[in-house]
Antibody
Framework: EVQLVESGGGLVQPGGSLRLSCAAS????????MSWVRQAPGKGLEWVAN????????YYVDSVRGRFTISRDNAKNSLYLQMNSLRAEDTAVYYC??????????WGQGTLVTVSS | EIVMTQSPATLSVSPGERATLSCRAS??????LAWYQQKSGQAPRFLIY???IRATGIPARFSGSGSGTEFTLTISSLQSEDFAVYYC?????????FGGGTKVE
């Protein structure tokens, strides 16, 4: 059974940093692209970033490029999102998702990031 | 950026009725269109890819159609567990973008 479990969310002040993690199991992690997708409170879904199987390819939505960094550790079956210079508009539930040719067939339950003073 | 527009924002239907949801792309996405279902407080669930191909385990009452800029998700006979928000997503161009969602109530 495919499982994705996010962690690392919490309350952070504007301008601060946070690192999200996603632990994957139930599939061969190194064979798949992975993505982060976020959802602001009461709003729709927004793709944030994705990363190729070996970590050499990475793509970002414009609003986070230069502030967020996606990475992975295939030995640990883990996906990460380093978020710097956080803004109020980054407040959202962040989902880790398995990325199969740029659509998302499995999702974690999400971790809430709140940016507020 | 390709803008995805879903209509209606809210669809009121009764159990057993047919529900038809629309998704329009601001430019052609070919058949690179996926649909997701999200229930309150839960993660999205993958339903359809390639505009019309059901994901594993998705009931046959869910069907997708369309190509280019116009797409439809049809639920042939609504069950109680189908009341949720539905999102379309294009994966033809970067950045990957979602529609704003249709709430089926």
């Amino acid at each position: 059974e495919v499982q994705l479990v996010e962690s690392g969310g919490g309350l952070v002040q504007p301008g601060g940093s946070l690192r999200l993690s996603c632990a994957a199991s139930g599939f061969t992690f190194s064979n798949y692209w992975m993505s982060w997708v976020r959802q602001a409170p009461g709003k729709g879904l927004e793709w944030v970033a994705n990363i190729g199987e070996d970590g050499s390819e990475k793509y970002y939505v414009d609003s986070v490029r230069g502030r967020f960094t996606i990475s992975r550790d295939n030995a640990k079956n883990s996906l990460y999102l380093q978020m710097n210079s956080l803004r109020a508009e980054d407040t959202a539930v962040y989902y880790c998702a398995r990325d199969t040719y740029r659509f998302f067939d499995y999702w974690g339950q999400g971790t809430l990031v709140t940016v507020s003073s | 950026e390709i803008v995805m527009t879903q209509s209606p924002a809210t669809l009121s239907v009764s159990p057993g009725e047919r529900a038809t949801l629309s998704c329009r792309a601001s430019q052609s996405v070919s058949s690179n269109l996926a649909w997701y279902q999200q229930k309150s407080g839960q993660a999205p669930r993958f339903l359809i890819y390639g505009a019309s191909i059901r994901a594993t385990g998705i009931p046959a009452r869910f069907s997708g159609s369309g190509s280019g800029t116009e797409f439809t998700l049809t639920i042939s006979s609504l069950q109680s567990e189908d009341f949720a928000v539905y999102y379309c997503q294009q994966y033809n161009n970067w950045p990957l973008t979602f529609g704003g969602g249709t709430k089926v109530e």
